[in-house]
């Protein structure tokens, strides 16, 4: 089953103006779509990043591969490999840890690794899952991400979600996507307002939802003291508190200190930070995401390792479309070892997609996983064309969150810590 074309298309969805410890979103996010063709005509679909850096790594790639096998995982690994070079490339939001040649290699691997497990479940007439073990869950849960926001960009309309800047608009918003969604956990973006305000927000949350798990994520913002101290006043309310402060070293000194689980997806990011972290004892929960961590099968290898080390599993979203939903659902239900509910921004694209309307819903706040075979989603191509489009106007290459944010408050930097 020889590769015989490779598609690469990126693409630009709307977005809404959400707070982070880096900035603010940009109104337009950016991904990549990837078509891998077989001489057999079988189709398999990719999704990754969109920045310019990586989208030129994709097309360089896509272009090493015509003539392998679609089943040859590691021939493909290596040809990706190779055409990357020694070169890293890196995020200027930094909010998914520091690059390595690893990471890169991995994350220009991810779209077509998960291209050619669509194409071999295509063959089999097998969903994904199946390839990777079969499914000990039929829905995955995912999370209601919730984000401060401001009520629209300033220099458009608002948008339909409105304005979160205090813990009534934080519940609020958490109200409209549990009742939407039906999300049965919920996770608080931080990092954004001091720390005395997130926690009245996370606790004011406790009592509206007395039921639903919760998480708070500054994406590194606090010192050491700081989350320590945060770590303990949310104690008994958090299911887990993601990545408090920098680095390995910083996780490392907080963790002893607090009631819960530490969890990552910004210390630890690539296979050669868990043995520093498993040793210095930092993480208890590794945010797994297969658009960084190599694809499908990699990803799912990691979890088993880390599952031997007692590290729980859950996984990490970016801004993202439906081919990846579907292969985040596909991994997350074969995957036993992932026993928190998922993230992910899918809700804040408000409908937008590149796959066909039908086959990915959420449930209960969880996606059954789609039966068709492969991925089971199909590319919606007129979508694609206007998305593809609306990159090309766009005049967005690469996500910056703290330009855009600097752009209305030109004093704001990004520093950790923050607090
Ligand atoms: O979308 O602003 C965002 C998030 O902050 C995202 O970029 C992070 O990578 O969701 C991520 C996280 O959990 O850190
Ligand atoms: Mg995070």
């Known amino acids: 089953m020889l590769i015989r074309e490779v598609t690469v298309t990126p693409v630009a969805f709307r977005d809404p103006p959400l707070l982070n410890a880096a900035g603010v979103h940009e109104p337009w996010a950016l991904r ?39 089943y040859h995982r590691n021939a493909v690994y290596s040809a990706v490999a190779a055409s ?36 071999q479940g295509k063959a089999a007439g097998r969903p994904v899952a199946d390839l990777l073990g079969g499914k000990v869950r039929d829905a995955v849960p995912y999370s209601a991400y919730l984000f401060y926001k401001w009520a629209g960009h300033p220099d458009g309309p608002d948008d339909v979600f409105g304005a979160a800047l205090d813990s009534a608009g934080l519940v609020e918003q958490a109200r409209l996507l549990v009742d939407r969604y039906g999300f049965r956990s919920i996770k608080v ?6 720390p005395a305000e997130e926690i009245e927000a996370v606790l004011a949350l406790r009592e509206a939802f007395p039921g639903h798990p919760l998480r708070l994520d500054p994406n590194a913002a606090w010192s050491v003291d700081t989350s320590i101290e945060v770590g303990r006043a949310l104690d008994g309310v958090l299911e887990y508190l993601e990545d408090p402060a920098d680095g390995i070293a910083a996780m490392a000194a907080v963790a002893p200190h607090v009631p819960m689980r530490l969890a990552t997806n910004m210390c630890v990011v690539t296979p050669d930070h868990l043995p520093p972290a498993i040793r210095q004892g930092a993480i208890g929960v590794l945010l797994i995401d297969h658009h960084y961590w190599g694809g499908l099968v990699k990803s799912s290898h990691i979890a088993t390792l880390c599952a031997t080390f007692g590290i729980e599993l859950s996984m990490h979203s970016n801004s993202h479309l439906g081919v990846s939903l579907a292969a985040m659902t596909h991994l997350a239900a074969a995957t036993p070892a992932v026993t928190h509910a998922c993230d992910t921004h899918t809700p804040w694209q408000d409908g937008q997609d590149v796959v066909a309307p039908g086959a990915l819903r959420f449930v209960d706040g969880a996606v059954p996983v789609p039966d068709g075979p492969g991925l089971g989603v199909e590319l919606d191509r007129d979508a694609l064309a206007v998305m593809n489009e609306q990159y090309e106007k766009c005049g967005i290459r690469s996500r910056d969150d703290t330009s855009y944010m600097k752009r209305f408050h030109p004093s704001f930097s990004r520093r950790r810590p923050r607090w």
């Open 32 to 70: 990549t779509i990837v078509e891998v063709v077989t001489d057999e005509g079988l189709t398999g679909l990719g999704e990754t990043y969109g920045d310019l850096d990586h989208l030129g790594k994709v097309r360089t790639a896509a272009r090493s591969l015509i003539g392998l096998d679609a």
């Open 84 to 119: 990357v070079g020694a070169e890293v490339v890196t995020d200027k939001h930094g909010l998914t840890g520091a690059s390595t040649r690893e990471k890169t290699v991995d994350r220009v691997f991810s779209p077509f690794e998960v291209a050619c497990l669509d194409i």
């Open 189 to 194: 973006k931080g990092g954004v307002l001091p």
